[in-house]
């Protein structure tokens, strides 16, 4: 079954770490770049990183760089966000995300996402 | 960095058809890609490139573009319509490479 599944989300305190899994399944995972996108309660999508399919290159949002860094193990068929300085404004769904292969940009494929809420 | 923006609501009869527009200099030189998501369940890719449908995606979603608008047309909406649609495309600063995501439409099937 070709699937993503997050998990590594929960409750942190501000200022504290957390780092995120995306399991992979079903697909060769090592011939897709791969995103982060979350989603704060009651708002809209807001992409935050990119990775490449060997793990070479990656991009970040405004927003996160500095701070969330993204990685991947092809051997373990499992993506990573890394996330150190957690501030309250990161409280979101954080769902994965695969790079359809082609000229036309689209995440086709989404985990079901994993809660991060950073609160005192 | 580029903005994209999207009508916050619009409504339809059903069976009829609806066009959600997105807007954004984005769109002068990439694709746009759009995603359906209901309550409590992660987005789904609906359409991508000018006008392709992934795999069981029904066809009466289509789109089109011209300019710096894109189109998501639901033609003889169905109540399984009624959901949050976003629009996604490159940044158009290209470098280094990032992507934006419209606000979002809620389609309302009446």
């Known amino acids: 079954q070709v699937q993503l599944v997050e998990s590594g989300g929960g409750v942190v305190q501000p200022g504290r770490s957390l780092r995120l899994s995306c399991a992979a399944s079903?697909?060769?995972?090592?011939?897709?770049?791969m995103h982060w996108v979350r989603q704060a309660p009651g708002k809209g999508l807001e992409w935050i990183t990119l990775?490449?399919?060997?793990?070479?290159?990656?991009y970040y949002a405004d927003s996160v760089k500095g701070r969330l860094t993204v990685s991947r193990d092809n051997s373990m068929n499992t993506l990573f966000l890394q996330m150190n300085g957690l501030r309250p404004e990161d409280t979101a769904v954080y769902y994965c995300?695969?790079?359809?292969?082609?000229?036309?940009?689209?995440?086709?494929?989404w985990g079901q996402g994993t809660m991060v809420t950073v609160s005192s | 960095s580029s903005e994209l923006t999207q009508d916050p609501a619009v409504s339809v009869a059903l069976g009829q058809t609806v066009r959600i527009t997105c807007q954004g200099d984005?769109?002068?030189?990439?694709?746009a890609s759009w995603y359906q998501q209901k309550p409590g369940q992660a987005p789904v890719l609906v359409l991508y490139?000018?006008?392709t449908r992934p795999s069981g995606i029904p066809d009466r979603f289509s789109g089109s573009s011209s300019g710096n608008t894109a189109s998501l047309i639901i033609t003889g909406a169905q109540a399984e319509d009624e959901a949050d649609y976003y629009c996604n495309s490159r940044d158009t600063s290209g470098d280094p490479l990032r992507y934006v995501f419209g606000p979002g439409t809620k389609v309302t099937v009446l």
């Open positions: 984005s769109f002068r030189n990439y694709y």
């Open positions: 995300a695969r790079d359809r292969t082609g000229p036309a940009d689209a995440f086709d494929l």
């Open positions: 490139g000018r006008t």
């Open positions: 990775i490449s399919y060997d793990g070479n290159k990656k």
């Open positions: 079903g697909f060769t995972f090592s011939n897709y770049a």
